[in-house]
């Protein structure tokens, strides 16, 4: 049974930072790329960063460039990010996901995603 479990949310000021975690099980983490997603109350779910199987690419949407870092360790067949100078419109449940893939690319795009956690919610105080 596949589950992705993320930790690490919580309550902060703005220009706080967090490190996300996403624990994997069930499956053969170095054969997933990883996704981390978003969704604010009233909005769609947006990509925030993804990272390849063996972390050679990363990718990140413009409004986190610069401030949030994507890594994973596949030892521990975890993802993380680092979500530094937050700001209030960062507030949303964020979600990890992962795709199966043979390829070292990076996907942007929830629907090619094959599994998903439940999510973790981070919420900035302006």
């Known amino acids: 049974q596949v589950q992705l479990v993320e930790s690490g949310g919580g309550l902060v000021q703005a220009g706080g930072s967090l490190r996300l975690s996403c624990a994997a099980s069930?499956?053969?983490?170095?054969?997933?790329?990883m996704g981390w997603f978003r969704q604010a109350p009233g909005k769609e779910r947006e990509f925030v960063a993804a990272i390849s199987r063996s972390a050679i690419s990363t990718s990140y949407a413009d409004s986190v460039k610069g401030r949030f870092t994507i890594s994973r360790d596949n030892a521990e067949n975890t993802v993380y990010l680092q979500v530094n100078s937050l700001k209030p419109e960062d507030t949303a449940i964020y979600s990890c996901?992962?795709?199966?893939?043979?390829?070292?690319?990076?996907?942007?795009?929830?629907?090619?995603?094959?599994?998903w956690g439940q999510g973790t919610q981070v919420t900035v105080s302006s």
């Open positions: 069930g499956l053969t983490f170095s054969n997933y790329a």
């Open positions: 996901a992962a795709k199966l893939t043979r390829y070292s690319g990076v996907d942007y795009i929830p629907r090619e995603y094959d599994w």
